[in-house]
């Protein structure tokens, strides 16, 4: 009787593990793609801006929402395998609320930083819209009127790029014929 106790325990803390599997790495992403049936968002995603790549995959918890892992990142803050962030679906089925953790407090991530996302299905692209918050005190209201009516605006080209992820794996591109 003693026997079947211990294999039945060894059984279901093997089926536990089993479960509980973290992906740390690009080989277990793309293993886990390949073998799971995907939802609309699930996938391999890299933030271009940074070169960090991130395993999106549905949360446990809830259907309408995704959890964000960490798979590789020249920032070595960030630890393969660690949730960064959630991706929630809205009434809109291409905007999501994105939640990505900003500050690690005693080793553990938090003050998540929410924003809009939106997913381009043609570019296979999803666009973060930050909050902006803009105010402006004009001090040429206290100059004589000629020098009210002189404005400089000064535009960056590099502020106005969309940022973002891109999905890198699997893609829903056609993918182009290589020939050796």
């Known amino acids: 009787m003693k026997f079947f106790g211990i294999i039945i325990s060894i059984l279901f803390g093997w089926c536990l593990s089993a479960g509980a599997q ?11 793609c390949d073998r799971s049936m995907l939802q609309a968002m699930e996938g391999i995603w890299e933030f271009p801006a940074d070169e960090t790549k991130v395993l999106v995959k549905q949360s446990p918890t809830s259907s309408r929402c995704y959890d964000i892992i960490v798979i590789e990142s020249p920032d070595t803050r960030l630890i393969p395998g660690e949730m960064i962030g959630t991706l929630s679906e809205s ?3 291409s905007k999501f609320e994105l939640d ?4 690690r407090v005693k080793g553990i991530l938090s ?7 939106q997913y381009l299905a043609d570019e296979d692209a999803l666009v973060i819209s930050e909050r902006k918050l803009k105010i402006s005190i004009s001090p ?16 960056r080209p590099a502020n106005e790029l969309p940022k973002g992820m891109v999905r890198i794996y699997p893609t829903s591109k056609p993918r182009k014929i290589e020939y050796l």
């Open 91 to 93: 009434v809109v089925s």
């Open 22 to 32: 973290v992906i740390a790495d690009m080989g277990m992403a793309r293993d886990w």
């Open 111 to 117: 003050n998540p930083g929410r924003c809009m996302a």
């Open 100 to 103: 990505l953790c900003r500050n």
């Open 140 to 155: 040429r209201w206290l100059l004589p009127s000629f020098w009210r009516s002189i404005r400089v605006n000064l535009k």
